[in-house]
């Protein structure tokens, strides 16, 4: 019987997890995990020893203020893990929580995999070294991030992403996706997608429901689909939709992004792995983000790429706009959503290189993954052959 411990911090960590839980259990059918995790995680059968909720924090400054219940849970979870050994414990993004857990877990005896790259490739680039002291092994989701850890010795696979293989290369047909979702199948739709963690919602939600209203006063054919990723979210942006916009012609939904993504004509998105998403799902998107002022002021100053958004940062080109903190103003990002609208041949192209993207990151990444951690587990000496 194998015995993991897997700790996600957010919903798109949730959905790997579960993804590898599923895949392991197929040849370890008595498999049992447990750890912290999220719906999806535990629709696999995983126990979930703490709200997932309490990890999902973001930026350099929010963090601060939780990290007396962040130390408490890290502390709470050593000791659950050393008393109850698994036999490989994952840390699944989230590393800003998960390399401390890690390093001290390994430093226990317990075989350590971290799945997700932190973002060493970009900032803090010092923190290679305490992943080496922390893990025995990264699994990545995206090449250029193998490249960089074999660069320093550090045993890493590239898995793929899990979503490539998910999302079917072929663009979705928008009727079938309207009609599962009882809309129009002649409008034109944009999707609005704020983002997945409470602080997203906080400085983004605003922002773009008055895009929408922006978008609604010069076009009014045009209607909005909105999905959010609890209740609690989906209130929080109709209570900005009832504030800035009451009669913007918006549908709102819970959990139903994919399916907003495949609806729509074009999406309006935060950075993050919706952005991956919409990039597989070939649509045209325009990438959004805000923070918190003191945040963003020092991240530009530590931040060293070139651009936030994932489908630019595989192409290593801006295939889609990007506009951050005071550039992401309504009066812009109205003007670029129509201007994709407006011209279907950018659609075409852009479809065109989504699709090579797609056709990379689709490696089985479930069965990579799951086949990494048993080669680490029964032949440890394996692992050298990584690099």
Known sequence: MMNLGIVSGEMSGDLLGAGLINQLRQSQPL?????IGGPAMLNAGFSSLYDMEHLAVMGLIEPLFRLPTLFKIRRALIHYFIIHRPDV???IDSPDFNLGLELKLRQAG??????????VWAWRKKRIHKIAKAVDLVLTLFPFEADFYRAHEVPVKFVGHPLADLIPLQSPDKSIARRALQ???NAIYIALLP???????KYLSELFIT???????ERPQIKFITSAVNANYDQAVKNSCQKLAPE????FFIGKSHEIMAAADVVLVTSGTATLETMLFKRPMVIAYRMAE????????IVKIPYIGLPNLLANEELVPEFIQSAAQPEKLAAVLLDFLDHPEKITALEKKFLMIHQQLRCNANQQAAEAIQELLFKPTCVKNLF
């Open 183 to 185: 809309l129009e199948e």
């Open 294 to 301: 003191l945040t963003y002021q020092i991240a530009r100053h």
């Open 110 to 119: 317990i075989p350590v995999v971290h799945y997700v790259s932190p973002s």
């Open 195 to 201: 983002g997945s963690r409470r602080n997203e919602i």
């Open 248 to 251: 913007l012609p918006i549908h």
């Open 211 to 217: 895009t929408a209203k922006q978008i609604s006063h």
């Open 89 to 91: 414990f994952i840390g």
């Open 31 to 35: 498999l049992v995990a447990s750890g």
